[in-house]
């Protein structure tokens, strides 16, 4: 049976104490499952707008009420609680969404999906977002409060772009006026159109970027393990010296076997002299491993372009290792 506007009102009013405290559970508990997905690290400035949650105004309800003609109950309103991600990457929504959809305690629906919408008409450039429908386990206790199932919040997550059309396009114009010019139209559908192309390829960049730290961080991380077993000391998590050599040559290495460079240690007459010269800024660090193989195979280049004076001492003293003059 329809309900009446003074009826879907009082509706609202009363289960707006319960709505609130939904939404606010879900922002923390979506928060703290994203932060356990991918990191404390890369957990820091993940969300580009802090995650926040709102009730939908009494007016806003009321213009969707009379826009829907019927309802039986206010709760059929599924947005009356809403929640807000904004990311920077396409590719950061789809963490957010495996993480709503796979948590066990609340139902999940997916109301849009961008996605949907360009397979559906693939010519349009409109209003992009990613928008879930949870609802709770019934008895679920929150603050003293039992929730039912019927209690939702609609969550939408979006990139930082598709929150700027959102904000000019959709929420001051679309909502606002009733006819809108044809050469704001072609505006709109050109904005949309550079900003899923900008999207492409920063997720390209961003993808090639993640590449090249992966292969620094082994590189790295084998250094460290040459080091180790060579002088018996655990290479310093804080070691700047490696890094900074590293950086400087790593053209050099790109088809280079890693353990061709941790070779350049194997003979015991170097792992000595290695811990007996610890407390040499060079040879306390696992850059001096690299060193090695850098001055018996690119001597010049690595004596043109050495990034650090300070080091000179530890470089010379490889080259003499190695019987190479440094003059």
Same mark, same amino acid.
């Given at each position: ?88 990457? #396409? %590719? ?19 109301? #849009? ?44 997550? #979006? ?16 909502? !606002? ?20 192309? %900008? ?17 620094? !961080? ?15 000391? !655990? ?66 280049? %690595? ?25």
């Amino acid at each position: 049976m329809k309900i009446s506007r003074d009826q879907f009102l009082a509706e609202m009013r009363a289960n707006a104490p319960l709505l609130e405290l939904w939404a606010c559970e879900s922002v923390k508990l979506i928060s703290e499952m994203v932060r356990a997905e991918i990191g404390p690290e890369r957990f820091e400035g993940f969300f580009k707008i802090d995650p926040r949650y709102r009730l939908k105004t009494e007016e806003s309800a009321l213009k969707k009420f009379d826009h829907w003609g019927v309802l039986e109950s206010a709760k059929e309103m599924h947005d009356l609680a809403g929640a807000r991600f904004v990311v920077l990457l #396409r %590719t950061d929504l789809q963490i957010i969404e495996n993480v709503i959809k796979g948590f066990s305690g609340w139902s999940t629906a997916r109301v #849009r999906h961008f996605e949907d919408d360009v397979d559906d008409d693939p010519v349009v450039f409109d209003y992009q977002s990613i928008h879930l429908l949870i609802k709770g386990s019934r008895g679920t206790t929150i603050d003293g409060h039992i929730l039912t199932d019927d209690v939702t919040c609609e969550i939408q997550v #979006r990139t930082m772009m598709q929150h700027a059309y959102a904000e000019l396009c959709h929420d001051k114009i679309y909502k !606002n006026f009733r006819s809108i010019p044809p050469s704001a139209k072609r505006l709109v559908a050109r904005s949309m159109a550079l900003m899923e192309t %900008t999207d492409s390829i920063f997720c390209e960049t961003a993808k090639q970027l993640e590449e090249v730290a992966a292969d620094r !961080n082994r590189w790295l991380e084998y250094l460290a393990g040459v080091y180790g077993q060579a002088t018996q000391q !655990n290479a310093s998590s804080s070691d700047l010296v490696c890094p900074v050599i590293f950086d400087r040559f790593q053209h050099l290495l790109e088809n280079v076997i890693l353990s061709d460079v941790g070779a350049a240690v194997n003979a015991p007459v170097v792992r000595s002299r290695m811990v007996d010269r610890l407390s040499d800024k060079l040879f306390s660090s696992a850059g001096c491993v690299l060193t090695y193989w850098l001055v018996e195979n690119h001597f010049n280049e %690595t004596k043109r372009s050495w990034p650090d004076e300070s080091l000179l001492p530890g470089l010379q003293l490889v080259c003499a290792d190695l019987g190479v003059s440094y003059e």
